[in-house]
């Protein structure tokens, strides 16, 4: 039995074929890497700062993953490139759909994984080079919570297999 394909949008086919901003940033400032264990895919980002002004100024990413986490690694290295850590920081992964042309339903999850990387590697950036500023939240958000639970799965997971 054939499965109906998923209905991507043209630029999550473009992103796919065609990813920009791909590949491993030997120079990052900072580095997050995020996984799930439900699907198995992985997403690292790398990110370039001017650490005098808080500026993205380069974003890369590695994807072992599907099309949808691909595409949406691809667009949100370009959302942030130029911005200040301040504004990314405010994109969620509606944002990442909407640019993508909307994500399939089922695809959520694969930006919501994209977007909880660049905020853990936001999160790492000031705990290791400088103090939170106010505008960081301590409470996490919906995405990373989304992250951290997939953690906790792989890590249980990980336990039943050692034991
Ligand atoms: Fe796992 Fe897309 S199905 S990231």
Do not use: A, G, M, R
């Given at each position: 039995m054939s499965r109906a394909p998923l209905p991507y949008s043209q630029k999550i086919i473009e992103l796919f074929k065609n990813p920009k901003n791909a590949g491993k940033m030997e120079d990052a400032t900072v580095t997050a890497s995020v996984g799930s264990p439900i699907c198995g895919d992985v997403v690292v980002i790398y990110l370039k700062i001017?650490?005098?002004?808080?500026?993205?100024e380069k974003a890369t990413f590695e994807s072992y993953g599907c099309a949808a986490n691909i595409a949406s690694s691809s667009i949100l290295t370009e959302m942030v490139k130029g911005k200040s850590l301040a504004e990314s920081w405010k994109i969620g992964w509606r944002d990442i759909a909407r640019e993508l042309g909307e994500l399939p339903s089922v695809k959520a999850h694969c930006g919501i994984l994209v977007v909880g990387a660049l905020k853990k590697a936001i999160r790492e950036y000031y705990s290791k080079k400088k103090p939170p500023p106010k505008?960081?939240?301590e409470e996490l958000t919906a995405e990373e919570k989304h992250v951290l639970k997939e953690e906790k799965i792989a890590e249980a997971l990980a336990k039943k297999v050692r034991a």
């Open positions: 001017n650490e005098e002004n808080d500026v993205i505008w960081l939240p």
